[in-house]
């Protein structure tokens, strides 16, 4: 099974790789691990990867064109081109099932984030395969990888001397809703724009519409997340 990883921080894995069962199962061939730099795919003088979001806000958000390139120019490595699996807290849960689904797969594309997460057009235009190895919140996507890496590659034959998994959810309370969609530059991108709300300067206007984007998305992602009183706003 092949495992290409798309990071901002390759180095992170280093240690990770030259350690225990998955050390052997490289030294065998029953896995390979690719780790590639996403800042390789930026341009310009800084080869900046992100930029601060449309209609305000902390932080910093991936940048559409830098991501997407990244990922077609790694997907066209190899065949078969591999499932795209974006890991974020707002994706599905991962779980012994989903790991079992995946680990059927015969390459993975993993993409993990870091600052504020990726402009929504990365989502849009590459329609991954979103993951979640919790409700909670980690510093990027690293760790979520290995974690999906760690619990897959005990399903590859001859990796464990008997099949064997577990998977441990947490929760952390906070807040309920999942965060709204994020943009930056480009303004245009391959015919996706940016909503135009977020470009009026209407502060009190853009409040509202992200405040609405929160709750649908919880809705449709996860609906288990509301409560009454987040129906009756919805309601409104």
């Known amino acids: 099974m092949r495992f290409d990883v798309l990071t901002l921080f390759p180095e ?66 190899a065949d078969p081109p591999g499932r795209v699996a974006l890991l974020t807290p707002q994706g599905r849960r991962l779980t012994q099932r989903v790991v079992e689904e995946l680990a059927e797969q015969p390459r993975l594309v993993l993409l993990c984030g870091r600052y504020e997460g990726f402009d929504e057009r990365i989502h849009e235009i590459l329609e991954p395969d979103e993951i979640s190895i919790g409700d909670f919140v980690l510093n990027g996507g690293e760790v979520a990888a290995m974690v999906m890496i760690d619990t897959m590659i005990r399903l590859v034959p001859g990796v464990l001397g008997k099949e064997e998994s577990s998977i441990h959810d947490s929760f952390s309370p906070g807040n309920r809703l999942l965060e709204h969609s994020q943009y930056t530059r480009p303004r245009e991108y391959r015919g996706k724009e940016v909503p135009e709300i977020l470009l009026s300067g209407d502060h009190e206007a853009i409040a509202r519409w992200r405040s609405q984007q929160s709750l649908e998305r919880t809705r449709r992602r996860r609906g288990d997340l509301l409560g009454p009183e987040d129906e009756a706003t919805q309601a409104t």
């Open 12 to 77: 992170m894995f280093l240690g990770y790789l030259s350690q225990s069962l998955l050390k052997l199962a490289i030294e065998r061939g029953l896995v390979d691990v690719q780790l590639h730099n996403i800042r390789d795919w930026a341009t310009g003088k800084h080869r900046q990867v992100d930029d601060r979001p449309f209609g305000g806000g902390p932080g910093m958000v991936l940048k559409v064109d830098t991501v997407v390139e990244c990922v077609e120019a790694v997907r066209a490595m």
